[in-house]
């Protein structure tokens, strides 16, 4: 009997995204966290002596060029060099284009597949192969399990693949591949990452993905870690998830159907928060809330949003334990009639709204509008505009959402503030 | 849409209150309540009529949230009515009349889709609404579209928010600047971006770091593989340089050994040995020599020595006598001097007793010997006697002082007045202020019952109806409360019976004339036939009829029954004509069923009123008997009190001010009782007073008849009485205390006079016994007696010395007999000198006999401790020369010179032996392990000349080359170490880049804020603009007006102007065409403007519009009467069209409404009376 890690998509030193802390937030609990889960899989690998770990790809993150980030990961493998245990490594989208990966001399305990074709590497003392090959660039659309060895004859076989699958929501489609491809070859168990999520594709043979080692922005929610395989005479006779992450991300979503106001928004906000404390298991929480509901403190909250996501930040921030930090508000709640059909439609405010409604501004219209947007556009930093969730006011789906705010923002304060 | 009725059925302390709205116009409604009658709550309750009941609305206090209902009745301009009830629930809280649940859609299509918070701004105003609305006007600078919209929307303080917008915008980005929150945000990203940078570590350089250590490290082994080499070579060559020497000295060292031969037979310290024995046969030789010579001399000097043995043999005596002599020779110088002595003593002895006793020879002192031993006695008594003297003085003095005091004491006493008992004045005096100020007590009262009187007689002139005297009230029958309470029931009761009766009286009457009306009108338009006719048609058709059968069957004659009949017709043509009539009726009975059938209705319903009126007059009548019969009633119980009472209502006032009244008579004969009774008070304590003044004489007279003077007097009486009281005890007792002093005094004297007798008693004995006079003071006794004592001592003194001196003349002759009889024997050739002088001669003698001896025993000593050496040096030279010969056996020679011989070549054997130690030790030291014959070996093969030369070269090689190359070589390798220890996988850069994307994030979550705040702002400046445009000239037409109305004149109309930048502005137009701008007018003025405005906008809505009721709350609260007259009359004219509601708690207002004679009437709905 012996057992091995699977891990994948450490995205070494990647840093955590859309998140805004205080100044006073103590950044220690969540400095350098991907480093620390990679820390975190190697004392679990050096404490459960495991035979060998399996790293499914994108060990780096694309663009990240500080070589350090290499030689990190170089002390890391010596410390299971040390603890005699080997390393088995594909390289994955985000590492083939990382020049990281061709420069770093790792210890003799690592292997790195080849890029050029499929490589079997035999464990003799235990009678495992692994079959494995790596991302010769970023992307790869050839289906790479095509050209996979079929099973060795008495041996346990392990089939190292990143891969998206035959698709994943939110995961380029890259080396492309059926589930029946991977069963045709005869392996016990594959051990596939791309994809963030865990997921146990199949049992037998074991098809898994194990997911990324820590999530990094809120669309990576959830227990993060890797899988332990432990496997008695040739066969998988367990698989777990050891979550090895040392902060967590949350979404949640909050109804404020029969708060009367602001008090009980409050409430329930804290409960949540109270909820995640809890799910965290110790760990600090990064929590995204999106209000939603038909509640009479619609007004309240969009009349004066950053203040109240300032007080829940103060919520959480009394909560103590490990920590709940805000990364977001969304507010998706609901007037209770909407404004619109309360509002006639030829009172000013019913013009406006409805005008609003018809207000369709691209680039060069809101620069006649407003020559300053254009100006505003132009000193924002290229990062916000580009990457994976670029700042575009001109995108549809983004405009719709500003002049849905900016009608709860104009309804609030001229209704609410106007009069008094 | 307007209200006609809200019906406040339970909410905040409204239990059901209708509000009758209702009005031919919509017309202006003025809810008035005084603060806490519940305007407010009216308010509310108005709006949750409309809205809903607020979940946590405060009106609950009386009714509980499930009671809560209010109910309304609604009309719109089409003319449809609803009326609905609102309870507090979230859902099916709308109820139809009968309490079924109502569809919300119902209430909404009288809304007409006006929802809370526009009918708030739109149709709500209130006194700060107006105040912020005509400061935002100004702070808008006048600005047209900001004024327009503001009215439109009902907003009072639409600058305000653009404004803040605006601000907000600012404080988050400017386009280059630098201090907004964006602007900062940005600036910080992009440098933790040059951060990540600098903090990167590219790939490269890693690399190659990594090859120039390797490489250093490389070439460092091999140069210290070289210079290892060289230092080696060096070595060797040093190490032979060094050892050359010492291997040529071991070469002839080794050549000498073999030439000595072998000596091994003989023992290891065979020298020493030899030597040893020749040293000791040589000392003791000396020895015995030396030994022998001092023998010798010291028995010469034995024989030197002549001892006085006889003298030595007496020795003892001698010494004694020598210790006598100092003895006789001290008596010898004492004697003369201790006889003198003797002489003084004696002749101051007898001077001493004559001056004591004249004449008394110095023999006879043995007689006054037992009195002078006595002295002590005699001292002690002469010793009491001072103190017997003084005690004696004193006792006599202090009787006499005594004495006079007490004849002073006395003649005090006597100046004093008499003493004077004053308890009873004392006790009078407490009871008095016991009772208290009673004059300004009674004072008081005095005039309290004065005023009280006057108030009352006051309070009865009043009591209209009533008239008599104060005092008859007390007796005057008055009903109770609850009677006339019960009365004021009955009559309103019975009143409001008529009334009600009146009412449906009327009604029926007005249902009655309008259905008579009706009739009327029907009859008019033409006969309406019944039933009846029907029925009469067909009972002459039928008895025609019969009339034909009996002339037709019967062949009767029915002519005269025709013309009874009054048929002047034949019977065919009658009874045609009836069947006729029958037909025509009842067709038209069917053709006019639904006018027949009317008119049939009307006819039973007029019959219904006339029987309805009738029972209502008899109830009336009824009602109005049993009013008058209360009414009559009501005066009969009236009646004792002689009054024609008014009503119910105001005689509870009657009686509650007679009962007051009553109260007040009731307190003052109260307070008179109590007058009397202090006055009473007061006259006894004056007669006490009085009596008790008089008793001890110091009565007195006063004017007035207050207590107080008294009081005041008496207790000065009382204060000086025992003042004078007391000085007398005091006294008397002082003559009691000094009386018994004397008597006192008086005994201690009789004492100290019979103590001074027994004295005297004791004191003549003593003195007769010395020889001296009975008198004699015990100061002459004292002296007189120490002059005995001291002739005493001078005799004994005296006696001392001759006893001295007659042991001195003894020892004397014992000493010389003794003296001679010794020098006979021992020295008889001094024996002719004198003793003293002998003793001191003997003593010599002895001491140079004695020095003598010693030295001779000395010599004695010696010389045998001489003789014991000798024998000892003798035997310990035997013994050496025994050794000598075992040696030369063990040599294997003959005689001593072979023996030397010997002993020199073992010598230097082992000389040789051991210098050859000490050079290979050394050549050891230098062979580093080395063995010494391969080094041997090596030093044959090179070439001693050329060594030096060698070494130098090889030593500069290492020096000026081999070594710098490696210290160089190891700072290489050193440095690169160093360099890639430190990329040591640092994660700074990382931090960084998530310090980097949290300021990413900022900058994403200000530009969200941005974006949407700058296109709010955007897009409501455009919209004011846009409806500025599109509605300017109507409304501001219409505001003109209300403007010029609401100003009084003194602004003849409103209209759009430019400022400077060309921006529409609102002006003010003045009566002589000049205009002002917003900032020329008065603030009051500008709440005006804005009103104008407000009511501008409503009447322009109407045109397109159903109208909703427009609520002012309190609106003309800060309004001068002019101003407050100018506006009712503006919101009167909105009310001709749209329904004007104000709310007011100022009773002025309604006033002003009343005094206003408008053409058509303002209703005024008091909310005060459900307080009652």
């Given at each position: 009997m012996f057992r091995f890690i699977h891990a994948a998509d450490i995205h070494l030193d990647s840093p955590l995204k859309g998140l805004e802390l205080p100044e006073d937030a103590p950044l220690e609990e969540i400095r350098a966290a991907s480093r620390r889960t990679l820390e975190n899989m190697?004392?679990?690998?050096?404490?459960?002596?495991?035979?060998?770990?399996?790293?499914?790809?994108?060990?780096?993150?694309?663009?990240?060029?500080?070589?350090?980030?290499?030689?990190?990961?170089?002390?890391?493998?010596?410390?299971?060099?040390?603890?005699?245990?080997?390393?088995?490594?594909?390289?994955?989208?985000?590492?083939?284009?990382?020049?990281?990966?061709?420069?770093?001399?790792?210890?003799?305990?690592?292997?790195?597949?080849?890029?050029?074709?499929?490589?079997?590497?035999?464990?003799?003392?235990?009678?495992?192969?692994?079959?494995?090959?790596?991302?010769?660039?970023?992307a790869v659309s050839d289906n790479l399990s095509l050209n996979y060895p079929t099973a060795k004859g008495g041996h346990f076989n392990i089939g190292l693949l990143h891969t998206a699958l035959s698709g994943r929501k939110g995961h380029e489609l890259y080396a492309p591949c059926t589930v029946d491809d991977l069963r045709a070859k005869g392996y016990q168990y594959w051990a596939l990452g791309h994809v963030h999520n865990r997921e146990e594709v199949h049992h037998d043979p074991w098809i898994v993905f194990s997911g990324n080692i820590q999530g990094r922005h809120i669309r990576e929610t959830g227990a993060k870690g890797c899988t332990m395989v432990t496997v008695d005479g040739n066969r998988v006779s367990d698989v777990d998830h050891i979550e090895l992450d040392v902060l967590r991300w949350s979404l949640y979503e909050v109804d404020l159907k029969d708060c009367l106001n602001m008090d009980e928004v409050c409430d329930r906000v804290q409960k949540v928060f109270e909820k995640a404390l809890a799910d965290g298991d110790g760990r600090p929480v990064i929590v995204r809330l999106e209000l939603k509901g038909t509640t009479p403190a619609h007004q309240k909250l969009h009349a004066q949003s950053p203040y109240w996501t300032e007080e829940f930040r103060a919520i959480a921030a009394n909560l103590g334990g490990a920590g709940v930090w805000l990364e977001k508000v969304k507010l998706r709640t609901r007037e209770h009639t909407d404004p619109e059909s309360l509002i006639q439609g030829d009172t000013p405010i019913g013009m406006l709204l409805s005008n609003l409604k018809h207000l369709a501004i691209d680039v060069e219209e809101l620069a006649v509008l407003d020559p300053e947007m254009t100006t505003f556009l132009s000193k924002l930093p290229a990062e916000i505009r580009g990457g994976d969730d670029p700042f575009d006011p001109t995108d549809p789906g983004q405009w719709d959402e500003i002049i849905s705010d900016v009608k709860d923002l104009l309804v609030a304060r001229l209704l609410s503030k106007g009069q008094s | 849409m307007r209200i006609k009725r809200l019906d406040i059925k339970a909410y905040g302390h409204f239990t059901d209150f209708p509000i009758d709205l209702s009005s031919e116009l919509p017309g202006l409604h003025i809810i008035f309540g005084p603060n806490e009658a519940g305007k407010s709550t009216a308010l509310r309750a108005l709006k949750a009529l409309f809205y809903g009941i607020d979940a946590r609305t405060p009106d609950n206090f009386l009714h509980d949230y499930s009671k809560l209902l209010i109910g309304g009745h609604l009309e719109n301009s089409k003319g449809d009515s609803l009326f609905f009830w609102r309870r507090k629930r979230k859902i099916g809280d709308l109820l139809d009349a009968d309490m079924a649940l109502l569809d919300a859609g119902t209430l909404n299509d009288f809304l007409t889709g006006v929802g809370e918070p526009l009918f708030d701004s739109l149709f709500g105003i209130n006194h700060e609404t107006l105040i912020s609305g005509g400061q935002d006007i100004l702070e808008q600078k006048g600005d047209v579209g900001q004024a327009l919209f503001s009215a439109g929307t009902g907003i009072s303080s639409l600058h305000g928010i653009i404004e803040a917008l605006d601000r907000e915008c600012a404080e988050l980005f400017k386009a280059g600047g630098s201090k907004p929150e964006l602007n900062k945000a940005a600036k910080h990203f992009q440098s933790l971006k040059k951060e990540i940078r600098d903090l990167s570590l590219p790939g490269s350089k890693w690399k190659k770091q990594e090859e120039l250590f390797k490489s250093a490290s490389v070439q460092l082994i091999n140069a210290d593989q070289e210079r290892n080499n060289c230092r080696a070579e060096l070595e060797r060559l040093k190490r032979l340089q060094r050892a050359m020497p010492h291997l040529s000295i071991r070469r002839d060292m080794l050549e000498k050994l073999n030439a000595l031969g072998s000596l091994d037979h003989l023992p290891g310290n065979f020298p020493e040995s030899?030597?040893?024995?020749?040293?000791?046969?040589?000392?003791?030789?000396?020895?015995?020599?030396?030994?022998?010579?001092?023998?010798?001399?010291?028995?010469?000097?034995?024989?030197?020595?002549?001892?006085?043995?006889?003298?030595?043999?007496?020795?003892?005596?001698?010494?004694?006598?020598?210790?006598?002599?100092?003895?006789?020779?001290?008596?010898?110088?004492?004697?003369?001097?201790?006889?003198?002595?003797?002489?003084?003593?004696?002749?101051?002895?007898?001077?001493l007793l004559n001056q004591v006793v004249p004449g008394l020879e110095i023999s006879l002192i043995n007689e006054i010997k037992p009195f002078i031993d006595k002295r002590q006695d005699i001292l002690k008594l002469g010793n009491r006697y001072a103190g017997l003297k003084k005690s004696l003085k004193q006792a006599e003095k202090q009787v006499k002082d005594l004495t006079g005091s007490l004849m002073k004491t006395k003649a005090d006493l006597e100046t004093l007045p008499a003493y004077i008992e004053m308890s009873g004045l004392a006790s009078a005096v407490k009871s008095a202020r016991k009772a208290g100020d009673i004059d300004q007590h009674i004072l008081s009262l005095g005039l309290e019952i004065k005023k009280q009187r006057s108030s009352a007689e006051t309070e009865t002139k009043q009591l209209v109806p009533w008239k008599g005297q104060v005092d008859d009230l007390l007796s005057l029958p008055v009903p109770s409360l609850d009677t006339v309470n019960r009365f004021a029931d009955n009559i309103r009761d019975a009143s409001d019976g008529v009334q009600d009766e009146e009412e449906t009286l009327q009604q029926a009457q007005e249902k009655l004339d309008r259905i008579k009306s009706e009739l009327r009108e029907m009859e008019k338009s033409g006969s309406v036939l019944t039933v009846e006719a029907l029925d009469h048609v067909r009972d002459s058709r039928d008895q025609l009829w019969k009339i034909v059968r009996r002339d037709w069957l019967g062949k009767e004659d029915v002519a005269g029954e025709l013309k009874n009949l009054g048929l002047n017709k034949e019977l065919p043509e009658a009874y045609e004509e009836g069947v006729r009539n029958a037909d025509d009726v009842s067709d038209h009975l069917r053709t006019e069923a639904e006018r027949v059938h009317k008119y049939a209705h009307l006819t039973a319903e007029a019959e219904k009123f006339d029987k309805q009126i009738q029972r209502s007059q008899e109830s009336g009548d009824k009602a109005a008997n049993r009013l008058t019969q209360i009414e009559k009633s009501w005066k009969e119980i009236w009646r004792g009190c002689n009054i024609t009472p008014l009503s119910p209502g105001e005689m509870r006032g009657w009686i509650e001010r007679c009962q007051e009244i009553r109260r007040m008579i009731r307190e003052r004969m109260d307070m008179m009782e109590q007058k009397q009774y202090l006055v009473d008070q007061r006259q006894g304590l004056l007669e006490l007073l009085g009596g008790e003044l008089k008793d001890i004489g110091k009565d007195k007279k006063l004017q007035s008849d207050d207590v107080d003077p008294i009081i005041t007097y008496a207790e000065q009486l009382l204060e000086e009485l025992k003042e004078n009281n007391d000085q007398r005890h005091l006294l008397e007792k002082d003559i009691g205390r000094i009386q018994r002093d004397i008597k006192q005094a008086r005994k201690e004297l009789e004492?100290?006079?019979?103590?001074?007798?027994?004295?005297?008693?004791?004191?003549?004995?003593?003195?007769?016994?010395?020889?001296?006079?009975?008198?004699?003071?015990?100061?002459?006794?004292?002296?007189?007696l120490e002059n005995l004592r001291d002739c005493l001592e001078q005799l004994e003194k005296t006696e001392e010395s001759k006893q001295r001196i007659d042991a001195m003349d003894k020892f004397k002759d014992e000493f010389s007999r003794d003296v001679q009889a010794l020098v006979e024997s021992v020295a008889p050739e001094i024996k002719d000198i004198p003793p003293e002088q002998v003793v001191v001669k003997l003593q010599s003698m002895l001491k140079e006999a004695r020095t003598l001896a010693t030295k001779r025993d000395g010599f004695i000593e010696r010389v045998e401790a001489t003789e014991e050496d000798i024998r000892l040096a003798k035997l310990e030279l035997d013994r050496a020369m025994g050794k000598i010969y075992e040696l030369k056996k063990t040599a294997r020679c003959e005689n001593d010179e072979q023996l030397y011989e010997i002993e020199r070549n073992f010598r230097e054997l082992v000389d040789l032996k051991e210098k050859l130690s000490q050079v290979e030790e050394t050549l050891a030291g230098i062979a580093e392990g080395v063995p010494l014959e391969e080094l041997d070996k090596q030093s044959l093969d090179v070439d001693p000349n050329g060594l030096p030369g060698t070494i130098d070269t090889m030593e500069r090689q290492l020096k000026d080359e081999l070594d710098p190359r490696i210290q160089k070589l190891s700072e290489d390798k050193g440095e690169a170490r160093t360099i890639l220890q430190q990329m040591d996988g640092s994660?700074?850069?990382?931090?960084?880049?998530?310090?980097?994307?949290?300021?990413?994030?900022?900058?994403?979550?200000?530009?969200?804020?941005?974006?949407?705040?700058?296109?709010?702002?955007?897009?409501?400046?455009?919209?004011?603009?846009?409806?500025?445009?599109?509605?300017?000239?109507?409304?501001?037409?219409?505001?003109?007006?209300?403007?010029?109305?609401?100003?009084?004149?003194?602004?003849?109309?409103?209209?759009?102007?430019?400022?400077?930048?060309?921006?529409?502005?609102?002006?003010?137009v003045c009566p002589d065409d000049c205009v002002k701008t917003v900032e020329e007018m008065s603030s009051g003025t500008r709440d005006q403007l804005y009103l104008a405005l407000r009511l501008a906008t409503l009447e322009w809505r109407l045109e397109k519009h159903e109208p909703m009721p427009f609520i002012a709350d309190d609106i003309l609260v800060n309004f001068d009467d002019a101003r407050a007259e100018a506006t009712l009359r503006a919101l009167a004219s909105l009310a001709e069209k749209n329904q004007v509601i104000l709310f007011t708690h100022h009773r002025q207002i309604i006033e002003s409404a009343k005094a206003l004679k408008l053409k058509n009437p303002v209703f005024i709905h008091p909310l005060s009376n459900i307080t009652n």
């Amino acid at each position: 009997m012996f057992r091995f890690i699977h891990a994948a998509d450490i995205h070494l030193d990647s840093p955590l995204k859309g998140l805004e802390l205080p100044e006073d937030a103590p950044l220690e609990e969540i400095r350098a966290a991907s480093r620390r889960t990679l820390e975190n899989m190697v004392d679990l690998a050096i404490r459960e002596e495991v035979a060998f770990v399996l790293i499914a790809g994108d060990l780096y993150d694309g663009e990240w060029r500080d070589f350090n980030t290499g030689l990190f990961f170089n002390q890391c493998m010596v410390k299971l060099r040390d603890a005699g245990i080997r390393v088995f490594v594909i390289s994955g989208n985000h590492d083939a284009s990382n020049q990281m990966t061709r420069t770093l001399q790792l210890p003799d305990n690592v292997h790195i597949f080849s890029s050029r074709k499929p490589e079997t590497v035999t464990i003799d003392n235990i009678n495992v192969a692994v079959h494995g090959q790596s991302f010769a660039n970023r992307a790869v659309s050839d289906n790479l399990s095509l050209n996979y060895p079929t099973a060795k004859g008495g041996h346990f076989n392990i089939g190292l693949l990143h891969t998206a699958l035959s698709g994943r929501k939110g995961h380029e489609l890259y080396a492309p591949c059926t589930v029946d491809d991977l069963r045709a070859k005869g392996y016990q168990y594959w051990a596939l990452g791309h994809v963030h999520n865990r997921e146990e594709v199949h049992h037998d043979p074991w098809i898994v993905f194990s997911g990324n080692i820590q999530g990094r922005h809120i669309r990576e929610t959830g227990a993060k870690g890797c899988t332990m395989v432990t496997v008695d005479g040739n066969r998988v006779s367990d698989v777990d998830h050891i979550e090895l992450d040392v902060l967590r991300w949350s979404l949640y979503e909050v109804d404020l159907k029969d708060c009367l106001n602001m008090d009980e928004v409050c409430d329930r906000v804290q409960k949540v928060f109270e909820k995640a404390l809890a799910d965290g298991d110790g760990r600090p929480v990064i929590v995204r809330l999106e209000l939603k509901g038909t509640t009479p403190a619609h007004q309240k909250l969009h009349a004066q949003s950053p203040y109240w996501t300032e007080e829940f930040r103060a919520i959480a921030a009394n909560l103590g334990g490990a920590g709940v930090w805000l990364e977001k508000v969304k507010l998706r709640t609901r007037e209770h009639t909407d404004p619109e059909s309360l509002i006639q439609g030829d009172t000013p405010i019913g013009m406006l709204l409805s005008n609003l409604k018809h207000l369709a501004i691209d680039v060069e219209e809101l620069a006649v509008l407003d020559p300053e947007m254009t100006t505003f556009l132009s000193k924002l930093p290229a990062e916000i505009r580009g990457g994976d969730d670029p700042f575009d006011p001109t995108d549809p789906g983004q405009w719709d959402e500003i002049i849905s705010d900016v009608k709860d923002l104009l309804v609030a304060r001229l209704l609410s503030k106007g009069q008094s | 849409m307007r209200i006609k009725r809200l019906d406040i059925k339970a909410y905040g302390h409204f239990t059901d209150f209708p509000i009758d709205l209702s009005s031919e116009l919509p017309g202006l409604h003025i809810i008035f309540g005084p603060n806490e009658a519940g305007k407010s709550t009216a308010l509310r309750a108005l709006k949750a009529l409309f809205y809903g009941i607020d979940a946590r609305t405060p009106d609950n206090f009386l009714h509980d949230y499930s009671k809560l209902l209010i109910g309304g009745h609604l009309e719109n301009s089409k003319g449809d009515s609803l009326f609905f009830w609102r309870r507090k629930r979230k859902i099916g809280d709308l109820l139809d009349a009968d309490m079924a649940l109502l569809d919300a859609g119902t209430l909404n299509d009288f809304l007409t889709g006006v929802g809370e918070p526009l009918f708030d701004s739109l149709f709500g105003i209130n006194h700060e609404t107006l105040i912020s609305g005509g400061q935002d006007i100004l702070e808008q600078k006048g600005d047209v579209g900001q004024a327009l919209f503001s009215a439109g929307t009902g907003i009072s303080s639409l600058h305000g928010i653009i404004e803040a917008l605006d601000r907000e915008c600012a404080e988050l980005f400017k386009a280059g600047g630098s201090k907004p929150e964006l602007n900062k945000a940005a600036k910080h990203f992009q440098s933790l971006k040059k951060e990540i940078r600098d903090l990167s570590l590219p790939g490269s350089k890693w690399k190659k770091q990594e090859e120039l250590f390797k490489s250093a490290s490389v070439q460092l082994i091999n140069a210290d593989q070289e210079r290892n080499n060289c230092r080696a070579e060096l070595e060797r060559l040093k190490r032979l340089q060094r050892a050359m020497p010492h291997l040529s000295i071991r070469r002839d060292m080794l050549e000498k050994l073999n030439a000595l031969g072998s000596l091994d037979h003989l023992p290891g310290n065979f020298p020493e040995s030899l030597s040893e024995i020749h040293s000791d046969i040589e000392k003791f030789g000396k020895k015995i020599n030396d030994a022998e010579s001092q023998k010798e001399s010291l028995e010469e000097k034995i024989a030197d020595c002549d001892v006085r043995q006889e003298i030595l043999d007496q020795a003892e005596t001698v010494e004694a006598l020598h210790q006598r002599l100092g003895t006789r020779l001290q008596a010898k110088k004492d004697k003369p001097g201790v006889h003198d002595q003797m002489i003084r003593y004696r002749t101051k002895a007898a001077t001493l007793l004559n001056q004591v006793v004249p004449g008394l020879e110095i023999s006879l002192i043995n007689e006054i010997k037992p009195f002078i031993d006595k002295r002590q006695d005699i001292l002690k008594l002469g010793n009491r006697y001072a103190g017997l003297k003084k005690s004696l003085k004193q006792a006599e003095k202090q009787v006499k002082d005594l004495t006079g005091s007490l004849m002073k004491t006395k003649a005090d006493l006597e100046t004093l007045p008499a003493y004077i008992e004053m308890s009873g004045l004392a006790s009078a005096v407490k009871s008095a202020r016991k009772a208290g100020d009673i004059d300004q007590h009674i004072l008081s009262l005095g005039l309290e019952i004065k005023k009280q009187r006057s108030s009352a007689e006051t309070e009865t002139k009043q009591l209209v109806p009533w008239k008599g005297q104060v005092d008859d009230l007390l007796s005057l029958p008055v009903p109770s409360l609850d009677t006339v309470n019960r009365f004021a029931d009955n009559i309103r009761d019975a009143s409001d019976g008529v009334q009600d009766e009146e009412e449906t009286l009327q009604q029926a009457q007005e249902k009655l004339d309008r259905i008579k009306s009706e009739l009327r009108e029907m009859e008019k338009s033409g006969s309406v036939l019944t039933v009846e006719a029907l029925d009469h048609v067909r009972d002459s058709r039928d008895q025609l009829w019969k009339i034909v059968r009996r002339d037709w069957l019967g062949k009767e004659d029915v002519a005269g029954e025709l013309k009874n009949l009054g048929l002047n017709k034949e019977l065919p043509e009658a009874y045609e004509e009836g069947v006729r009539n029958a037909d025509d009726v009842s067709d038209h009975l069917r053709t006019e069923a639904e006018r027949v059938h009317k008119y049939a209705h009307l006819t039973a319903e007029a019959e219904k009123f006339d029987k309805q009126i009738q029972r209502s007059q008899e109830s009336g009548d009824k009602a109005a008997n049993r009013l008058t019969q209360i009414e009559k009633s009501w005066k009969e119980i009236w009646r004792g009190c002689n009054i024609t009472p008014l009503s119910p209502g105001e005689m509870r006032g009657w009686i509650e001010r007679c009962q007051e009244i009553r109260r007040m008579i009731r307190e003052r004969m109260d307070m008179m009782e109590q007058k009397q009774y202090l006055v009473d008070q007061r006259q006894g304590l004056l007669e006490l007073l009085g009596g008790e003044l008089k008793d001890i004489g110091k009565d007195k007279k006063l004017q007035s008849d207050d207590v107080d003077p008294i009081i005041t007097y008496a207790e000065q009486l009382l204060e000086e009485l025992k003042e004078n009281n007391d000085q007398r005890h005091l006294l008397e007792k002082d003559i009691g205390r000094i009386q018994r002093d004397i008597k006192q005094a008086r005994k201690e004297l009789e004492t100290s006079k019979s103590a001074m007798d027994s004295w005297h008693k004791h004191w003549k004995e003593p003195m007769e016994g010395i020889g001296l006079a009975e008198d004699t003071t015990p100061e002459y006794a004292v002296e007189a007696l120490e002059n005995l004592r001291d002739c005493l001592e001078q005799l004994e003194k005296t006696e001392e010395s001759k006893q001295r001196i007659d042991a001195m003349d003894k020892f004397k002759d014992e000493f010389s007999r003794d003296v001679q009889a010794l020098v006979e024997s021992v020295a008889p050739e001094i024996k002719d000198i004198p003793p003293e002088q002998v003793v001191v001669k003997l003593q010599s003698m002895l001491k140079e006999a004695r020095t003598l001896a010693t030295k001779r025993d000395g010599f004695i000593e010696r010389v045998e401790a001489t003789e014991e050496d000798i024998r000892l040096a003798k035997l310990e030279l035997d013994r050496a020369m025994g050794k000598i010969y075992e040696l030369k056996k063990t040599a294997r020679c003959e005689n001593d010179e072979q023996l030397y011989e010997i002993e020199r070549n073992f010598r230097e054997l082992v000389d040789l032996k051991e210098k050859l130690s000490q050079v290979e030790e050394t050549l050891a030291g230098i062979a580093e392990g080395v063995p010494l014959e391969e080094l041997d070996k090596q030093s044959l093969d090179v070439d001693p000349n050329g060594l030096p030369g060698t070494i130098d070269t090889m030593e500069r090689q290492l020096k000026d080359e081999l070594d710098p190359r490696i210290q160089k070589l190891s700072e290489d390798k050193g440095e690169a170490r160093t360099i890639l220890q430190q990329m040591d996988g640092s994660g700074k850069a990382a931090e960084k880049e998530e310090e980097a994307q949290q300021a990413l994030t900022k900058v994403r979550r200000l530009a969200d804020n941005y974006v949407r705040l700058r296109i709010a702002a955007l897009v409501l400046k455009r919209e004011v603009d846009r409806y500025r445009q599109e509605n300017q000239d109507p409304i501001l037409k219409i505001a003109a007006r209300y403007f010029s109305a609401l100003t009084l004149g003194a602004f003849s109309g409103l209209r759009a102007d430019t400022d400077d930048s060309g921006k529409p502005i609102l002006v003010g137009v003045c009566p002589d065409d000049c205009v002002k701008t917003v900032e020329e007018m008065s603030s009051g003025t500008r709440d005006q403007l804005y009103l104008a405005l407000r009511l501008a906008t409503l009447e322009w809505r109407l045109e397109k519009h159903e109208p909703m009721p427009f609520i002012a709350d309190d609106i003309l609260v800060n309004f001068d009467d002019a101003r407050a007259e100018a506006t009712l009359r503006a919101l009167a004219s909105l009310a001709e069209k749209n329904q004007v509601i104000l709310f007011t708690h100022h009773r002025q207002i309604i006033e002003s409404a009343k005094a206003l004679k408008l053409k058509n009437p303002v209703f005024i709905h008091p909310l005060s009376n459900i307080t009652n």
